[in-house]
C-alpha cells in the first residue's frame, strides 16, 4: 500500500471512531478502565499522525498535530494533568495517575504477569547482580542482565565526545540540577528516587554487606559513560586498548537506567506497574514543536517548561528554563535533545530523528551516516513475507 493511501486510511479510522467512544471522566487517573481507548487516546494519535506526516507523506500537517495535541492540553477530551514528579507515570501506581492519556494494564499480582519486566524490557536494563542492589530475586521474573545502557559520552581516553547527537547522558548533565541524574535507589514502601545507575554500587549477597561484582565476582564493578574493556582497572584508569563500539563492552560500559522501578520482593509496588505509551507530556511536546516549526519559539519554550520544572529546584530555574521563564535559548537541536530527555527509553527516538532529518545522516559514538534512507521504513518481518508470497520486501531490504 503506497503511504498517502495508509496515511488516509489510519486517519479516516481515527476521524470516525473520535466522536463514537467515551471521554475519560473526573480525575484519579484510567484507574480500572487502564488499556481501554478514548477519545483523548484517538486524538492523540491523530496528533502523532500528523506531526509525522511530512517525513512520510510529503504533507505539512503541523496544525493538525497542534489542533488535536492543543485539544488534549486543554482538556477537551478530558481531565489530565502534569504530575508533580517525573516518574508517577511510571510507578507501581501508575493507575491513578492523571498524566496517564494511555497505558498497557500489567500487573505482578495476577499470576505473575507482568510482562513489561520481563524477557529483555526494563528487567535488563540493569548490571547482571542488580538483585542484589534492590533484593528482587525472589519472584519468578528471572535474572537481571546488562543487555542495555545509555550510549556513551565519553571515549576511553577520558575525553568527552563531541558529536551533537547521542552523548546521552551529558545531554542530561548539561542542567546538573535535574534530578533524575541521581543514582536509583529505593527508598522504602514502593518509593524511589533517580533514574540512572552508575558507579560503585553497595549490596548485600549472601548475607554478607560489599560491593557489586561482575558475575564471575573477578572485579569490583564501577559503571561509567564510556564503553570499553574496563575489567579491574580503577575509575579515573582507562584500558590502553581504544576500540569502543556496540561488541566492545564490559560488565561496567555505560550508565544503566531504571525507568519503571525495580521494588523489592516485600513492597506492593514490586511489578505492578502499567506500561505507559501515551502521557500529557507528549502532547505538550507536540503542541510546542509545532508553535516551534511555526516561528513561535518563546510560546514553544512556555509549553516545554510547564513539564521541565518538576525536574529541576525552583532556585535554578532561571537558569535551566527556556525563554522567556529563563535564559536558556530555544534551538532545533535543543528541542531535538529535550524530546530525547523527556522520553527517553519510551521507545521514541528514531521516529523523532527521523522527523528532524538526523536518524540517517546523523553521527554519534558507534553509528555514522547511512548510505541512503530507506531505514527510514521498516521491512516487512520474513514470517509475513513467508505466510503471503503476494507481498513486495520495502525498497532497500
Not at 535564559?327 to 523527556?342: A, I, N, P, Y
Amino acid at each position: 500500500m503506497a503511504p498517502k493511501a495508509l496515511f488516509e486510511l489510519i486517519e479516516s479510522e481515527l476521524l470516525e471512531a473520535l466522536p463514537l467512544i467515551s471521554t475519560k471522566v473526573g480525575n484519579g487517573g484510567n484507574q480500572g478502565l487502564q488499556g481501554q481507548f478514548n477519545k483523548a487516546c484517538v486524538a492523540s494519535l491523530l496528533a502523532r499522525l500528523y506531526l509525522n506526516a511530512e517525513v512520510y507523506i510529503g504533507e505539512d500537517r503541523y496544525a493538525d498535530a497542534a489542533k488535536y495535541a492543543k485539544g488534549v492540553v486543554d482538556g477537551d477530551y478530558g481531565y489530565y494533568k502534569v504530575a508533580d514528579r517525573w516518574d508517577e507515570a511510571f510507578d507501581w501506581d501508575n493507575g491513578t495517575s492523571d498524566e496517564v492519556i494511555f497505558g498497557f494494564s500489567s500487573a505482578y499480582a495476577y499470576a505473575g504477569s507482568a510482562w513489561l519486566y520481563k524477557g529483555d524490557t526494563y528487567w535488563w536494563s540493569v548490571p547482571q547482580q542488580f538483585e542484589y542492589y534492590v533484593n528482587d530475586s525472589g519472584s519468578d521474573l528471572g535474572d537481571h542482565n546488562c543487555k542495555y545502557a545509555c550510549t556513551p559520552s565519553y571515549d576511553l581516553s577520558g575525553n568527552l565526545y563531541t558529536y551533537t547527537l547521542g552523548n546521552t547522558v551529558e545531554k542530561f548533565r548539561k542542567y546538573p540540577s535535574d534530578v533524575r541524574l541521581k543514582l536509583y535507589r529505593n527508598l522504602g514502601n514502593s518509593t524511589r528516587e533517580g533514574l540512572f545507575v552508575f558507579g560503585s554500587l553497595d549490596v548485600v549477597k549472601d548475607g554478607k554487606r560489599g560491593k557489586m561484582t561482575d558475575p564471575s565476582g573477578a572485579y569490583e564493578l564501577y559503571i561509567r559513560d564510556a564503553v570499553g574493556q574496563f575489567k579491574g582497572l580503577r575509575p579515573n584508569q582507562w584500558p590502553k586498548n581504544k576500540t569502543s563500539n556496540l561488541r566492545s563492552g564490559d560488565h561496567q560500559s555505560g550508565y544503566h537506567f531504571v525507568k519503571y522501578p525495580l521494588y523489592s520482593d516485600e513492597e506492593q509496588g514490586h511489578g505492578e506497574a502499567d506500561y505507559t505509551e501515551i502521557r500529557l507530556p507528549e502532547m505538550i511536546y507536540t503542541l510546542a514543536e509545532c508553535r516551534f516549526r511555526a516561528g513561535q519559539t518563546k510560546e514553544a519554550g512556555t509549553l516545554l517548561n510547564s513539564v521541565r520544572k518538576r525536574n529541576y529546584p525552583a532556585e535554578d530555574w532561571q537558569d535551566v528554563l527556556y525563554e522567556p521563564e529563563g535564559r536558556v535559548k530555544l534551538t532545533e537541536q535543543e528541542l531535538l535533545d529535550e524530546w530525547g530527555r523527556e522520553f527517553f527509553a519510551e521507545g521514541r527516538r528514531r521516529i523523532d530523528l527521523i522527523r528532524f532529518g538526523k536518524f540517517n545522516s546523523g553521527s554519534w559514538w558507534d553509528k555514522q551516516p547511512d548510505a541512503d534512507d530507506h531505514t527510514e521504513i521498516f521491512p516487512i518481518p520474513r514470517t509475513a513475507m513467508e505466510t503471503n508470497h503476494a507481498l513486495v520486501q520495502n525498497t532497500g531490504y
